[in-house]
């Protein structure tokens, strides 16, 4: 395999050039024509990139889970040799932006290609990595947006209600709103639904907020789930 430096050296940064032919599709001929952005990007990558050394590809990898990042949480969410992967193609100008003194992002279209070369199991462990990261330093909706990405209903669910108590107490009600709004309602669900979704429609609809609090309260109490309970009858004093 050839080293990021190496790499981008021999293709003279073309690969860069390729977001910009895909930007002005008209520009490109009839024979892109009917293929998705992401599917011409990914015909005209393999090549250049399948060329990276294992370890570079599965660095650069592990990186594109971060929505964006600095050269320490690079090395912290895929190993030493992210940070240099990441500086050798960002100098060459491969598809990575800076956004901030020290911060970057892989173009879009180079992040879901590399993310898709990574095998499902070391995917999870990097997604939910990434996520851990990322609440830790405040950014809790970005961390349920990357979980929520290829998660199942019942995953889903429990990420927003894993995460529903740090985007009320942050005042992000709105995002909250939109996650649960995106939940099927389902008979026997977690009674945690019930009552995020009351706590929520005591600002518009105050009936309904009331029988969604009855319900999850119902609920808590089978499940002799003190807590609940208590959280209930206070929402609905509120």
């Known amino acids: 395999g050839h080293s990021a430096s190496e790499l981008m050296s021999r293709t003279r940064g073309w690969l860069a050039a390729v977001i910009l032919a895909l930007s002005a599709r008209d520009r490109v001929g009839r024979e892109t024509a009917g293929y998705p952005e992401s599917e011409l990007f990914a015909l005209l990558a393999e090549d250049v990139l399948d060329e990276l050394d294992a370890e570079t590809r599965s660095a650069l990898g592990g990186v594109a889970f971060l929505p964006d990042f600095t050269l320490d949480e690079a090395a912290r969410q895929a190993g030493a040799g992210a940070a ?7 100098r060459h100008g491969a598809l990575i932006e800076q956004i901030g003194a020290h911060r ?30 990322l609440r830790e330093v405040g950014r809790v909706e970005d961390a349920v947006a990357l979980l929520i990405e290829s998660a199942s209903e019942p995953e889903r669910a429990s990420v927003v209600l894993d995460c529903a108590d740090a985007l009320w107490g942050g005042g992000r009600w709105v995002t909250l709103g939109k996650l649960l709004s995106g939940l099927a ?4 669900e977690d009674p945690w639904l019930d009552f995020w979704r009351a706590r929520l429609a005591l600002t518009s609809d105050f009936a309904s907020a009331a029988r969604g609090f009855e319900r999850a309260s119902r609920a808590f109490v089978e499940r002799h789930d003190a807590r609940g309970v208590a959280r209930c009858i206070i929402g609905r004093i509120q």
Do not use: C, T
């Open 185 to 188: 309602v389902r008979a026997g």
């Open 104 to 133: 970057m992002r892989f173009h879009p279209l180079l992040q879901a290609f590399l993310r898709e070369r990574v095998p499902p199991a070391r995917a999870r462990e990097l997604r939910q990595r990434a996520a851990l990261h």
């Open 84 to 90: 240099s992967a990441v500086s050798e193609l960002f």
